[in-house]
């Protein structure tokens, strides 16, 4: 379901998207304005994950890890 929105944009980018729409056989102003949105989102949404990755790395490294392997550490496993 699509959603009707206002949005504010320069003179010379509106008449820019009009020379393209008709030039690039878009659908309509709202369809390329629509697409632009789109894969400002995709781009945006890289960028946010991205963020958090490296913030939850961070988090990781800043934490002390106890050693899991303690209890078996001094074992002789090729004597097994």
């Not at 946010?48 to 002390?64: D, F």
Request: charged share 40%.
């Amino acid at each position: 379901m699509l959603i009707p929105t206002k949005i504010q944009i320069d003179k010379a980018h509106y008449d820019f998207i009009k020379l393209a729409c008709r030039d690039l056989h878009y659908k309509s102003l709202s369809d390329y304005v629509r697409q632009a949105i789109e894969n400002k989102m995709k781009e945006d949404r890289k960028r946010l994950r991205e963020k958090i990755r490296q913030a939850a790395m961070e988090m990781i490294g800043a934490e002390p890890h106890e050693n899991v392997f303690e209890s078996i550490e001094g074992d002789d496993f090729e004597s097994r």
